[in-house]
């Protein structure tokens, strides 16, 4: 491998003398496992891979990366669908082995380092009865989650994961370790609500913290797919009169073997309409009653459960290394053409490929569009074509069918796009996703705090001067 060449044993070894965690060179035995991200999409050989301990192996493996003239990748919990967080002939930045997680439950704080999942804080701070939202996908790391913006259960009540943030630790291109909060640098902390991983890597993160639970009522209900027209139409309207505390989504999907669904609908499609209720259980319970009163549901989940059950419900059905490709966008409006569309594709989707209409609003559209970098905040809807693909060589007919998805369905969309959700698609829709105002001022945290554009593996800003 060409960097390794130039990098040489010498370097690396003077290199690997000032980290307290563990370098993992190619030739090293832990090497495959420690190149592995989630989508097995990506299959980057970086020249090496420092796994740091904390935030000073972190300025560490940014000022090696720096001299050595390498391409970075950070990082956290290794979820990035368009596989930003490995890399080919670069430096792996990864936090993974940063795990302290701090919870101060009579101030309703929280203290995460950088490499921790949503699983192992879910599970600190319901101890407490507390939460922020998380992701849908238990295993899916904090860090990028949370500086892309943060959409999750516990969303319409609490806001995005990105709106609970309270302060961050960064180290930054040039090698500072500086704290970002609305007291200081304030102008990075916008930034990093919803800008991603453009301005630093951030080894820290404080969060707001709500009551929630422990046990909620939540679930999914089923309903045969041949309905999917019938029971979006009602949705629209079942989801215009939701209250804040309940967060939903509409699921179209082809039925995997679960234990949990009548094996004879197995590789049917299905439609599901799941969500969970971050208040009383009572009162949850009859908020989601419509949701199930629809007639012969194929399978009926909806009830009380601890709220990290919720959050672990589909973890299975999203393995690591499976191959996956998103397009997503937010919906102006769930119209009648737009329903029709996503019946018909629903009815085509190849390999496990499935879309999620989730319903947005609530607290996420109380917060000012000027207040966080997060792009967009008006939509009712969230749209997700997931493609999805078991076998290896099978996504490319899943990708051609999520693009189809997406372009037949741009009437009804508003044009931005939440940058987690996006797959590589180049400038113009990164611009898109934030909007010129936004990109403008991200743009001039980028020449601020990352000129020379070290940290691009992203959905990236570029700085003012580059093309
Ligand atoms: C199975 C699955 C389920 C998902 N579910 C949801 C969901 O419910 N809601 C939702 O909003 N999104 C969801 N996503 C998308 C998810 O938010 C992004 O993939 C996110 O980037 C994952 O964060 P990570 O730390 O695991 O990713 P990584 O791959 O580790 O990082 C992704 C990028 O984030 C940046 N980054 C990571 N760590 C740091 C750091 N410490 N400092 C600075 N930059 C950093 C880097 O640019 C990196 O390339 C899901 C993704 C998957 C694969």
Same mark, same amino acid.
């Given at each position: 491998m060409a960097t390794q060449g130039v990098l040489g044993a010498a370097t690396l070894k003077e290199f690997e003398e000032g980290l307290s965690g563990e370098l993992v060179r190619p030739a090293d035995a832990g090497y495959d496992e420690a190149r592995q991200v989630w989508n097995g999409a990506h299959d980057g050989r970086p020249?090496?891979?420092?796994?740091?301990?904390?935030a000073a192996d972190v300025r560490h493996a940014i000022g090696f990366a720096r001299s050595e003239g390498l391409e970075v990748a950070v990082r956290g919990g290794g979820h990035s669908i368009p596989g930003f967080s490995t890399v080919d002939g670069g430096i792996v930045i990864d936090l993974s082995p940063m795990k302290a997680i701090e919870v101060d439950a009579g101030g309703r704080r929280a203290t995460a380092e950088g490499g921790v999942l949503w699983s192992e804080l879910d599970a600190a701070t319901q101890e407490h009865g507390l939460a922020v939202t998380g992701g849908l996908v238990s295993t899916t790391g904090i860090a990028g989650f949370t500086l892309g913006g943060g959409i999750g259960w516990l969303m319409r009540k609490h806001g995005l994961t990105c709106d609970n943030l309270r302060s961050a630790q960064v180290v930054t291109a040039d090698g500072r370790v500086i704290t970002a909060s609305a007291a200081q640098n304030s102008d990075l902390f916008w930034g990093l609500r919803g800008g991603g991983g453009n301005f630093g890597v951030v080894t820290s993160f404080e969060f707001d913290l709500h009551p929630v639970g422990p046990t909620v009522t939540a679930g999914p209900v089923f309903y045969d797919g041949a309905r999917a027209e019938e029971v979006l139409r009602f949705y629209r309207g079942f989801a215009a009169e939701a209250p804040d505390e309940l967060t939903s989504l509409a699921n179209l999907l082809t039925a995997p073997p679960a234990p949990f669904l009548p094996e004879e609908w197995h590789g049917k499609k299905l439609i599901g309409l799941i969500g969970c209720y971050a208040g009383d259980v009572e009162q949850g319970a009859e908020a989601m009653r419509p949701l199930r009163e629809? +007639?012969? #549901?194929?399978a009926d989940l909806i009830g009380p459960m601890p709220y990290v059950q919720m959050q672990q419900l589909i973890d299975a059905l999203w393995p690591r290394g499976i191959q996956t490709y998103m397009k997503a966008g937010y919906l102006r409006e769930l119209d009648d053409p737009a329903i029709a569309t996503l019946a018909r594709f629903h009815q085509e989707a190849p390999g496990a490929s499935e879309i999620h209409v989730q319903h947005f609003g609530g607290a996420i559209a109380r917060v000012?569009?000027?207040?966080?970098?997060?792009?967009?905040? +008006?939509? #009712?809807f969230v749209l997700n074509g997931c493609a999805i693909s078991h076998e290896p060589g099978g996504l490319a007919p899943c990708v051609e069918w999520a693009r189809s998805l997406y372009a037949e369905l741009e009437p009804s969309l508003t044009g931005g796009g939440y940058v987690n959700f996006l797959a590589a698609e180049g400038q113009d829709r990164v611009r898109a996703s934030y909007g010129e105002e936004k990109y403008a001022r991200l743009q001039a945290l980028k020449d601020r705090y990352d000129p020379t554009n070290?940290?691009?593996?992203?959905q990236n800003v570029l700085p003012s001067g580059a093309r």
């Open positions: 020249a090496v891979i420092a796994r740091c301990a904390d629809l +007639g012969e #549901p194929v000012p569009e000027g207040d966080t970098a997060y792009g967009e905040r +008006g939509a #009712p070290l940290f691009h593996r992203n």
